[in-house]
């Protein structure tokens, strides 16, 4: 192993730790509101099956992502699927990518969210929830890419996510889908 590459693996493993001992142990924790986000919108005249075909079929499409072992999505920003669509209830997993230049080191994070539709006659309920973080980074383009294990997302300090934007870029994200599921359904918002 030649000495530039044991260094960097050093670099590499300072770095890492450092970011998730700041990140992830100091400052106070997020509450369950950072975390998620939930709207109920009222679709008048649509029974509970038509409803969920719609929604299901929508699904399909906003949550075909990439596959989830394609690490790391440099070019991807969004991995997701549908995970199960049945009993008027579909639920899916949403990963979002969110990369940072820091030179000499290219940063992921990613957080995961659970992604909830409940439906029954003329509304449904869709609800987002941040089930955890992972980050990896790779220091000056040489493989190979480093991973932390997927935190819990309590256990993430709010200054790992105010430094990356990192939670109003996933909750940005959510709005998004959620504005383009009412789109589709014509539906009105009755409570957040």
């Not at 960097?8 to 997020?30: E, N």
Request: aromatic share 10%.
């Amino acid at each position: 192993m030649s000495i530039k590459r044991i260094i960097s693996s050093i670099l590499s493993t300072t770095i890492f730790s450092v970011l998730v001992l700041t990140g992830c142990a100091a400052g106070p924790k997020l509450t369950p509101t950072d975390l998620s986000y939930s709207e109920t919108v009222k679709v008048p005249g649509m029974q509970r099956d038509e409803l969920f075909t719609k929604i299901s079929l929508w699904s399909t499409e906003a949550f075909k992502g990439p596959d989830v072992s394609i690490i790391p999505p440099i070019t991807v920003p969004e991995r997701s699927k549908v995970l199960s669509a049945n009993h008027g209830q579909v639920v899916a997993n949403h990963t979002v990518a969110i990369h940072q230049r820091d030179w000499p080191t290219d940063f992921f994070i990613f957080p995961y969210s659970n992604v909830t539709i409940a439906v029954s006659d003329e509304q449904y309920k869709i609800s987002f929830e941040i089930s955890g973080i992972q980050h990896g980074f790779l220091i000056s383009g040489q493989a190979p890419w480093k991973y932390s294990k997927k935190y819990e997302a309590s256990m993430i300090g709010k200054g790992f996510y105010k430094k990356i934007n990192a939670l109003n870029f996933t909750k940005n994200s959510w709005q998004q889908l959620a504005d383009a599921l009412r789109a589709t359904v014509s539906g009105t918002v009755i409570d957040k």
